[in-house]
């Protein structure tokens, strides 16, 4: 299998610390193809018509996956070891597979207007403020009180790919310092706890550290 990836994008850094702690990459299961610049290509877009990264092209005659966390499932789920980060208990794994659509619907809608000017997009400097102002009333919130409320990790006091379906993400807010600033102590934790988890997959995350903190773009100094 060959996991497409841009390296930097949060959204492949989960599945691309999946398959280095499972060893995939090393055992030839797991290819991680760095598909930078090549998702609207003819050939990209036989695999994956959204053009979209990742992007899992499965063996043989078999297609492909996409979806970031749909990716985490599937190689948990198929690969010896997946059940340490993907439990099998009923309940928690629900648990677990209702943070990860929390995550896709909920919490990174509100990421695009204040991070992706690290990626050369537009971004809209009062929509940025009105997106961070619900991160930190409405999403901190629920992450910090209700999914962290009694353990280390989401619902667990082991790292989940719950875990590596946010902790990425908010490296983001680093591209705006005086958002991260006052980013509360608890959720700074553990972003740093979760990331260190992984640490095979360490380039990776340091590459959006690097790429975010270095952001001198527009709205880089403005004030929440």
């Not at 949060?10 to 299961?29: F, R």
């Not at 996956?65 to 599937?74: H, L, N, T, V």
């Not at 946010?166 to 934790?189: H, Q, Y």
Request: net charge negative; with cysteine.
């Amino acid at each position: 299998m060959k996991l497409h990836v841009i390296p930097a994008s949060p959204n492949s850094q989960g599945p691309i610390a999946v398959a280095k702690h499972l060893k995939l990459d090393a055992n030839n299961t797991v290819e991680i193809v760095n598909s930078y610049g090549k998702t609207r290509t003819p050939e990209f877009l036989a695999i994956n018509p959204c053009h979209t990264c990742p992007t899992l092209e499965l063996d043989g005659s078999d297609g492909a996956i996409w979806e970031s966390c749909a990716i985490m499932r599937f190689l948990c789920v198929n690969n010896e070891g997946g059940d340490s980060i993907y439990p099998t208990d009923p309940i928690l794994r629900g648990k677990i597979d209702m943070v990860m659509d929390w995550r896709q619907t909920g919490l990174y809608p509100s990421f695009p207007n204040i991070a992706y000017g690290v990626f050369g997009y537009p971004t809209d400097e009062a929509e940025a403020k009105k997106a961070f102002g619900k991160i930190m009333n409405e999403l901190f919130p629920t992450l910090m009180d209700v999914y962290l409320k009694d353990t280390q990790f989401v619902y667990s006091d082991k790292p989940t790919i719950a875990d590596l379906s946010i902790a990425p993400v908010l490296t983001f807010l680093k591209c705006r310092k005086n958002f991260w600033a006052v980013v509360p102590d608890k959720v700074k934790e553990y972003h740093a706890r979760v990331l260190e988890a992984f640490p095979d997959a360490k380039e990776y995350f340091d590459m959006t550290d690097g790429m975010c903190t270095g952001f001198e773009g527009p709205g880089a100094d403005i004030e929440p």
